[in-house]
């Protein structure tokens, strides 16, 4: 089963940083958007980033200004820059990329296994 691989994550002080990777398929047609989520334990999965196929960020407003989503130009890979880490940033962060994977087949949503980023002191 195709899956998305992501990794970065770790135990960061309060104020530190910490880079995401999410490794894309090696092979596919196209692709709509990446996303980056988080899961804090007891509480829904949330959007944290996007980017559009264009390249247009969007952020929610819990990291706006702290957050950067990017991806490589052979878009092979997407990172989640994270800067000012906050205790409530603390959470599962789980890539997904919706994409076809062949011509002849319809957009999908594809997720990474999760990595966990814990921001304390």
């Known amino acids: 089963q195709v899956q998305l691989v992501e990794s970065g994550g770790g135990l960061v002080q309060p104020g530190g940083s910490l880079r995401l990777s999410c490794v894309l398929p090696?092979?596919?047609?196209?692709?709509?958007?990446v996303s980056w989520h988080r899961q804090a334990p007891g509480k829904q999965r949330d959007l944290v980033a996007a980017l559009s196929s264009g390249g247009t960020p969007n952020y929610a407003d819990f990291v706006q200004g702290r957050f950067i989503i990017s991806r490589d130009n052979a878009k092979t890979t997407v990172f989640l820059q994270m800067n000012n880490l906050k205790p409530e940033d603390t959470a599962v962060y789980y890539c997904k990329a919706l994409l076809q994977l062949r011509r002849d087949t319809k957009y999908t949503s594809l997720w990474g296994q999760g990595t966990q980023v814990t921001v304390s002191s």
């Open positions: 090696e092979s596919y047609f196209d692709i709509a958007t």
